[in-house]
């Protein structure tokens, strides 16, 4: 069992950044895959970027390449996402999620473990 817990959103504007964490529990951190999600009102959940047990691989939405990085600690049982150059339309709840194989990561299925979210606005 995983519990996540996110945290480091909140009301931004356009342009500026954040740095989202996501805390787990238990010791068996850096035996999963570790993926971002974000869902705004209205519509479905959508995939952001995903990486390997140990880090050495990412990988991300088309329409976040070069403004979004995930990065972990596995010392902390902690994975990242910052995220720069902000625009209106990343306004959604991001949520952090737990799967044990590198396979499509893309896919909200087969994540076994989800964060509550947090939110992140971003103002025009």
């Known amino acids: 069992q995983v519990q996540l817990v996110e945290s480091g959103g909140g009301l931004v504007q356009a342009g500026d950044s954040l740095r989202l964490s996501c805390a787990a529990s238990?010791?068996?951190?850096?035996?999963?895959?570790m993926g971002w999600f974000r869902q705004a009102p209205g519509k479905e959940r959508e995939f952001v970027a995903s990486?390997?047990?140990?880090?050495?691989?990412?990988i991300y939405a088309d329409s976040m390449k070069g403004r979004f990085t995930i990065s972990r600690d596995n010392a902390k049982n902690t994975v990242y996402l910052q995220m720069n150059s902000l625009k209106p339309e990343d306004t959604a709840v991001y949520y952090c999620?737990?799967?044990?194989?590198?396979?499509?990561?893309?896919?909200?299925?087969?994540?076994?473990?989800w964060g509550q979210g947090t939110q992140v606005t971003v103002s025009s």
């Open positions: 990486i390997s047990w140990r880090g050495s691989s990412a």
């Open positions: 238990g010791r068996t951190f850096s035996s999963y895959v």
């Open positions: 999620a737990a799967k044990i194989s590198y396979s499509n990561v893309n896919y909200t299925r087969g994540y076994a473990f």
